[in-house]
């Protein structure tokens, strides 16, 4: 498989949440490692977008967001964490939530980490973060390293255009109306609402 490289993050963060449906991210730690086909994904705005972490400026928890693209931006949430992948250029902080993923490798290892049932293993932000170990302390990490934690494209991926559909976001009290929410249509480990489809041209750039 191939890793991601910088310049596929240094793009609009909607052309890259849209894209990042079905590439698998990789966890590597000293337990094993953990992999899983992204499914759902959400952009957040560098600009007019009040749910971005980014809209009231540059803060010690956020300062990630403003770094170059390809870092891994990890912030808490009830005790727990969610990840996203900077994008677009550095000091415009836009990034992408990865909401889900459909486990591929390491399942027994991500039971470890919670014990729930298979279909609640990694639905959601901050149960995928626990399932793959990850929280503050991988903040910053440049994902294009391909150590600890990365994303591949992989050799086999089939994902077409009408299998990918948007939504507004999830859980946003701000933007809510803003369909910038990416999801595998059929996938079983999608983590919210399947309702307000529509299809969504393939974004250039």
């Not at 910088?6 to 609009?12: I, L």
Request: with cysteine; aromatic share 6%.
């Amino acid at each position: 498989m191939a890793l991601l490289t910088r310049d596929f993050y240094e793009r609009d963060p909607l052309a890259v949440a849209r894209e990042l449906i079905g590439k698998h991210l990789v966890r590597r730690t000293s337990h094993g490692l953990c992999s899983g086909v992204i499914v759902e994904t959400e952009a957040y705005l560098a600009a007019d977008d009040p749910a971005s972490h980014s809209y009231r400026g540059v803060t010690r928890k956020n300062a990630t967001m403003f770094g170059r693209a390809g870092l891994l931006y990890v912030y808490p949430i009830h005790a727990r964490h969610c990840l996203n992948a900077v994008t677009e250029s550095r000091g415009i902080a836009s990034a992408v939530l990865i909401r889900a993923v459909q486990p591929l490798q390491g399942i027994e290892l991500m039971h470890q980490r919670r014990q729930c049932s298979p279909t609640d293993l990694v639905r959601g932000p901050a149960r995928l973060c626990e399932a793959f170990a990850v929280d503050r302390r991988l903040d910053g990490w440049d994902l294009t390293r391909g150590t600890r934690i990365w994303i591949e494209q992989p050799d086999d991926s089939d994902v077409r255009d009408q299998q990918i559909v948007v939504s507004p976001r999830i859980g946003v009290t701000s933007g809510r109306n803003l369909e910038l929410r990416f999801f595998l249509k059929d996938s079983p480990c999608v983590s919210g609402p399947r309702t307000r489809w529509r299809r969504r041209k393939r974004l250039d750039g």
